[in-house]
């Protein structure tokens, strides 16, 4: 069982950063890869980055790639999403999920387990 809660969202201007943080518990956090997902008001939930569970690998959605960084810290169960250059379209729910699979799929919600509760983040024109 893992339990993740996400922190760091807010508001923010046009071309400002963010960096949100899930802290998950249980002791099995490092074997699972995490990944961020987002949903916008009307818009079905998206995509945005995993890691591996070693931090190896990551893979991002075009719309953030070369914007957003995600990174873990196995010795706190922490996972960050570093967001810079943020866009209005970027305005979204963001959610932290574990994926016990660290697979190919990792773009699929269905491959999580776990979510957190998410976090809001709104960027301003």
């Known amino acids: 069982q893992v339990q993740l809660v996400e922190s760091g969202g807010g508001l923010v201007q046009t071309g400002g950063s963010l960096r949100l943080s899930c802290a998950a518990s249980?002791?099995?956090?490092?074997?699972?890869?995490m990944g961020w997902f987002r949903q916008a008001p009307g818009k079905e939930r998206e995509f945005v980055t995993v890691i591996s569970w070693n931090g190896r690998r990551t893979y991002y959605a075009d719309s953030v790639k070369g914007r957003f960084t995600i990174a873990r810290d196995n010795a706190k169960n922490t996972v960050y999403l570093q967001m810079n250059s943020l866009k209005p379209e970027d305005t979204a729910v963001y959610y932290c999920a574990a994926d016990p699979n660290d697979g190919d799929n990792y773009y699929q919600s269905n491959q999580y387990d776990y979510w957190g509760q998410g976090t809001q983040v709104t960027v301003s024109s």
């Open positions: 249980g002791r099995t956090f490092s074997s699972y890869a």
